[in-house]
């Protein structure tokens, strides 16, 4: 099955600063990578995702970009301001299918 | 909108107890998912119901059992809880015609087992 890999754990930036998640998947066969936010006491929810045949995505402050050959992609966040402070999951899956497997979770803190 | 509404948002169990979480939809979605949020686990899939009717294993079934009691409803039980199933519970539900693929996810069931 899948595997994802997401680095790193916990991250602080500076309030302003830009942010970078990191994640790998395992299964070639995967096409579609969301990106979940989780905010205190709440479930995870989109904020962005990228399907296989496209390298990169924007929406606003948030980018997500995509190296299918080295089955890599990263979530960049730009002038990080407080409410950037979550809990950040990577997941890939086989659009279509049931599976989604998620990776670890970084913990974002943006120090004002 | 109420999207999807778990019940109990707490629990606390005494090891060999039976509980049953509960979760419903209300967006006419297809799939429905429970998963178990651990410290350094990410989200891990225990069981979903891609239709009415139909539920199949995910990463980490042993110790739970599911009903899939109608398209809104998705319930997840534990016959007999042990400390090991301490953890923070998500439903989730998703459209699978002509859907983007994306989760919605509820508020989370903390239960702990002593």
């Known amino acids: 099955g899948e595997n994802v890999e997401q680095h790193p754990s916990t991250l602080s930036v500076q309030e302003g600063d830009s942010a970078v998640i990191k994640c790998t998947y395992s299964?070639?066969?995967?096409?579609?990578f969301p990106w979940y936010k989780q905010e205190l006491g709440k479930g995870p929810q989109l904020i962005i995702d990228?399907?296989?045949?496209?390298g990169e995505k924007k929406d606003q402050r948030i980018a997500v970009t995509l190296n299918k050959t080295a089955k890599h992609f990263s979530l960049h966040i730009t002038e990080t301001q407080p409410e950037d402070s979550a809990v950040y999951f990577c997941?890939?899956?086989?659009?279509?299918?049931?599976?989604?497997?998620f990776g670890t979770g970084t913990r974002l803190t943006i120090i004002p | 909108n109420a999207g999807v509404t778990q019940t109990p948002k707490f629990q606390v169990l005494k090891t060999g107890q039976s509980m049953t979480l509960q979760c419903a939809q209300d967006?006419?979605?297809?799939?429905m998912y429970w998963y178990r949020q651990d410290p350094g686990m990410g989200l891990r899939l225990i069981y979903y119901?891609?239709?009415?009717?139909?539920?199949d294993k995910g990463e980490v079934p042993n110790g739970y059992n599911v009903s899939r009691l109608n398209k809104r409803e998705f319930s997840l039980r534990l016959e007999s809880a042990a400390p090991s199933q301490t953890s923070v519970y998500f439903c989730?539900?998703?459209?699978?015609?002509?859907?983007?693929?994306?989760?919605?996810f509820g508020e989370g069931s903390r239960l702990t087992v002593l």
């Open positions: 990228i399907r296989s045949n496209v």
């Open positions: 967006m006419n979605h297809n799939s």
């Open positions: 299964d070639s066969a995967s096409n579609y």
């Open positions: 997941a890939a899956i086989i659009f279509g299918n049931e599976k989604l497997t």
């Open positions: 119901s891609a239709s009415e009717g139909t539920t």
């Open positions: 989730a539900s998703k459209s699978t015609s002509g859907g983007t693929g994306e989760l919605f």
